[in-house]
Each structure stands twice: as C-alpha cells, then as structure tokens.
C-alpha cells in the first residue's frame, strides 16, 4: 500500500489505472528479430573488415603471408555462407553510408555487397538525431545499392552516382570501391 | 623461391584445392519461379561462355528478388544486363576488368555508344582503372547531360591524368549545378576544365 | 519446460539468434506498460523498446547476471526511455495520451472512466522526468528503492524525495477531479 498521507484512495485509484496491462501488436516480436538478425548478420561479416585492417602497411613476406591467411579465412567465410559465394576473394574496405531522414523509423542499407538484403543480411543503420548512418566492409569494385526506408521504400543515395540501369522502377545508387592495398 | 615463398604458396594451393569446384551459385535457388529460374540459369551459363562477368547477373537478380519484382520482369532486367555487358567487352577489348565491363554496361545502358568507351579505354595509357569515369559517366548523361559532352568531359579528365577523387568532386558538382538549374551541358563543361592538368600527361603539343 | 532467462541467454550467445525471440515474449508486455506511461505515446514506447531489446542484444555478452536479464532490460530501457524523453523535449512535442489504451477503456467502460484515464495521463505528463519515472517504477512497476537506485542510478534518499513530491503533485492535480 502507498505510503503517502492524504488522498490514498485518489492515488490508488491512479496506481490501479496505470497498472493495467498493455501490449504491442504482435508483430513488434517479428521487427525485433529482424533487427536482432541483421546485427547477427552485420556481426559476422564485421568479422572481415578486422583482418582486413591488420594486414595493412606489413612489409615483405609478413605481407604476402598475411594476405594469404586473408584469401583463406575469406574463402573459408564463403564456404560457410553459401548464400554469398563471392569470386576472387576481393579485399574489403570499411565504407560508410549515410541518408538524412528525420521521419524515418528504420534505414537500412542493401546492395550488390550483401545480396540486396536477402537472407537477412540488410545493413541496419543508426539513428543520430535523423542523420542514418552504417559503416560496413564492402569488397573492392563497383556496386549497386540503395536504402530502404521504414522496409517498404527505396530511396538512392542523394550524395552517390546514380546506377542507371532502373529496370525496376526504384531508384538506387553506384558505388565504386578502392583496392587500398594496392 | 625461398622458403618462406614457398609456404605462402602452398598456402594459397591449399585454399584453392578446397574452394567448392564450379557448381550452380545456392543464390541461384532463391524465391523466383520456376521458368524464371530456369532462364536466368541459362543467361548466366551464356554469359560465362563468353567471358562476361556473372556476378552482376546475379546481384540484378538479387535486386528484383528483394524490390518484389515478378519472375519475367526479374529475366528481361538479367537478359538486358547480359546484353550491355557483352557490348562493353567486346569494345573494351580482353585487357577490361569486370568492374569495367560492368561500369561501361551502365554507361552503355544510359545512352553511351560502346565505341565511345572503347576510345576512352584506349586513351587512357596508364590510368589504373575506368571504373569510376565510367560510372560517373553513366551518372551525368542519365542527369541530363548530352552524350558528346558527357562523353568529352570523361576523356579530359582521364587524358589529363585525373584522381577518383577528382573523378568524384566532378560528378558531386556536376550534379549540384544541375540540381541548381544549370544547363547540363555547361555544367559538365565547366567543371571538367576545373581539374588541374598534371604536368607529365601533358600533351606532346604543349611541352 | 520453458527455459530460463540463463538458458535462453547462454543459447543465444552461442550462435542460436533464434533463442532470442523467446526472450522478447517474455519482457514484452511486461515493459511496454512502463515505456507507454513513461513516454505518453505508443509510438515511442515502441521504438524505446525495440531500441532496449536491440541494444540488449548487441551488448549480451556483458550482461553479468544473466539469470536476472529482465532487470538488466530493464534498466537498459530506462535509459532508452531518458533519451527518448529529452529528445521529445527538444523536437517540442507534447505528452499526449495513450489513444489505444483510451479506446480500449472506452469500449470496457463507462464514459467517466475513459475521461478519468485521461486526466491521469493529463496528469502523469505534468510530471517532469525524473518524478515520473520514480513514481512508475515505485508503484506501478512495485519495485523496491535498492531495485529503483540499482537501474536508474540514483541514491535512495533521492529516489524517495521524487516519489513524494510525484505523489503530492499528482493527488494535488487529480483531487478536484475525483471525489469519492
């Protein structure tokens, strides 16, 4: 019982009230773990751009061994997600992504780098007062890629080349990845 | 070799005699429809019997899969790519990458002739790669600027010896221009005069 | 037998991401009633939330009790709930009442009580921060003050003075209101 003086059964009757059971619709649990499934999904790639960043500015031999331990982890990591079996094992370089949406409630990132999202593997952005931003490792070349805002719309990178070939009717962006090891 | 050659290099046999031999890409099995599946499977085995790179094929795909475009649509986008990419090696000639076949397929897709990559590709000497200009290309014509002077603007810039960043910083003020209601044409123009000339890609002419 | 938040958690930092789902059943509903009175808004309890269950999840490796995740959550979505608060504050939006929960009296009871449960959110936005958290967590969530300083931070003593002079704020606001 609340330990107040005065007006018990006024604040009771408020403690009552807001004791009420509330609940979200039941697809909150499904939006969760697709969040939940993404930084999984994020987490393992991440994983590369780590080993990546080590085998930089080593001289010599060091280098040529270090690139290879990379070929074989990398070629081991495709095995392991078949869904992405990429050819040639191109170096990875962190990049980031950024799309000024204040009214947005999700932004994620999809391209040619990671399947365009399927399977889970959509890069979710966070959130720094509407300013969406995801930095992840994307393999060395040239990509295609756009966001999608709140799951349902696709918006091309304001600040990127657009990608030309818009044979869906959605627009999305070009992206041109250096080889910084070279 | 040394011995220390040596062992990277068994290391790398090693990776390779592990990697999977060539199977159908497990992308390949995703929610589309069956004759759908079965064309884009027999786009990819064409491609790769002549030399275009696959994986584009399949990340375009991928993209109609994800944007929920049905089968037909998904076969008519790989069967167009496949396309554009055959045109753009065939111009590019053996020495383009993959990148810059897809790069060119883009350029080509907006508008581009191929033999116009094909002289740029030519004249570009020393230059690492044309992935860039070519994209950046494919980007200012699909903005509105005309293909000659899209065209020219690239080939300066390459010829003068010009960075991806430079690359870069012409195509986000390019686009800005435009975006603030500059002709096209003179926004690529002008810009493209903006990039400093290096002193050894000078012209024989002008030493 | 359902298992235990030890359980769950150990499964899911074993790779099982699946396990995860499990868990955010459980704390659900339980947490959406604090995040909903907390905020005034559904929309925002639900991002709150998401973010707290989300961040959790990110961060489950340190979680050191994991027998006692719900309370770890807990305070993680306290936190969540502070940040979403100040940045209303800042965007100058206001604290408006829960339309669902409103419906839902309405439909289940006579028309006095939906107009009582609105002049109790009324009344719960007159709060400021500090002293509303205190007052939900004290007597609508029941915890005890060392549970209230462990998730929120703050001294006991402190803790009690917001709870009193949230008390005395809202039987100020609702007496007129009420009368028995």
């Keep these: ?182 | 070799m040394n011995r220390s050659a040596r062992a990277v290099s068994a290391l790398i046999l090693a990776a390779v005699a592990f990697a999977p031999a060539h199977a159908q890409d497990p992308r390949l099995g995703n929610p589309l429809d069956a004759p759908s599946r079965v064309a884009i499977n027999a786009l990819i085995d064409s491609a790769r019997a002549q030399g275009i790179p696959t994986e584009p094929l399949i990340q375009k795909m991928n993209q109609g899969v994800a944007m929920g475009v049905d089968g037909p649509r998904i076969v008519a986008a790989v069967r167009t790519l496949t396309r554009e990419m055959a045109t753009a090696h065939r111009a590019l000639g053996t020495v383009a990458t993959a990148d810059e076949i897809q790069a060119a397929a883009s350029a080509v897709h907006a508008g581009v002739p191929a033999v116009e990559l094909g002289k740029i590709k030519k004249q570009s000497g020393l230059r690492r790669s044309l992935t860039l200009p070519f994209t950046v290309l494919a980007d200012i014509v699909s903005r509105g600027v005309p293909v000659e002077a899209g065209v020219n603007a690239i080939r300066s810039l390459v010829g003068a010896g010009a960075k991806d960043t430079d690359i870069n910083t012409f195509q986000r003020n390019v686009s800005g221009d435009i975006e603030k209601g500059a002709p096209p044409a003179a926004a690529a123009e002008t810009r493209a005069k903006a990039v400093p000339t290096k002193p050894d890609s000078a012209k024989p002419e002008q030493l | 037998m359902e298992s235990s938040d030890a359980e769950l958690v150990t499964r899911v930092l074993h790779g099982e991401v699946n396990a995860y789902g499990a868990l955010v059943s459980r704390y659900r509903d339980r947490y959406a009633r604090y995040a909903v009175h907390m905020l005034g808004n559904r929309e925002d309890a639900e991002e709150a939330l998401q973010d707290a269950f989300t961040r959790a999840y990110r961060s489950l490796a340190r979680c050191e009790e994991p027998e006692r995740f719900g309370a770890w959550l807990f305070r993680i979505l306290v936190n969540r709930c502070r940040t979403s608060g100040a940045r209303r504050v800042r965007r100058g939006r206001t604290f408006v009442h829960d339309e669902a929960a409103l419906m839902r009296a309405s439909q289940e009871h006579p028309a006095e009580q939906t107009m009582w449960r609105e002049e109790i959110d009324r009344a719960l936005g007159e709060l400021n921060a500090d002293q509303r958290e205190a007052f939900l967590l004290k007597y609508v969530e029941e915890l005890g003050y060392d549970e209230m300083s462990e998730i929120t931070g703050v001294g006991v003593s402190a803790l009690k003075m917001r709870v009193m002079r949230a008390c005395d704020r809202l039987r100020t606001l609702l007496r007129e209101v009420h009368s028995a």
Excluded: C
């Design chain 1, 1 to 182: 019982m609340p330990e107040w003086g005065g007006g018990r059964t006024t604040l009771e009757m408020i403690v009552q009230e807001l004791q009420r059971p509330v609940a979200f619709d039941e697809t909150f649990e499904r939006r969760v773990m697709v969040r939940v499934r993404r930084l999984h999904a994020e987490r393992r790639s991440r994983g590369w751009v780590a080993i990546a960043s080590r085998i930089t500015h080593r001289p010599g031999w060091a280098a040529a061994l270090a690139a290879s331990v990379v070929a074989v982890v990398t070629l081991g990591l495709m095995r392991s997600r078949p869904d992405s079996a990429r050819q040639g094992g191109a170096p990875l370089e962190p990049v980031q992504f950024v799309l000024v949406a204040p009214e947005a409630h999700s932004v994620a990132v999809v391209g040619d780098f990671n399947d365009w999202g399927l399977n889970d593997s959509a890069l979710v952005a966070t959130n720094h007062e509407g300013v969406w931003s995801v930095t992840a490792p994307v393999p060395a070349g040239v990509h295609r890629y756009a966001f999608l805002v709140n799951g349902k719309q696709w918006v091309a990178d304001p600040s990127a080349p657009r990608a030309t070939d818009d044979d869906f009717g959605m627009p999305s962006s070009a992206l041109v990845v250096e080889d910084s090891t070279r």
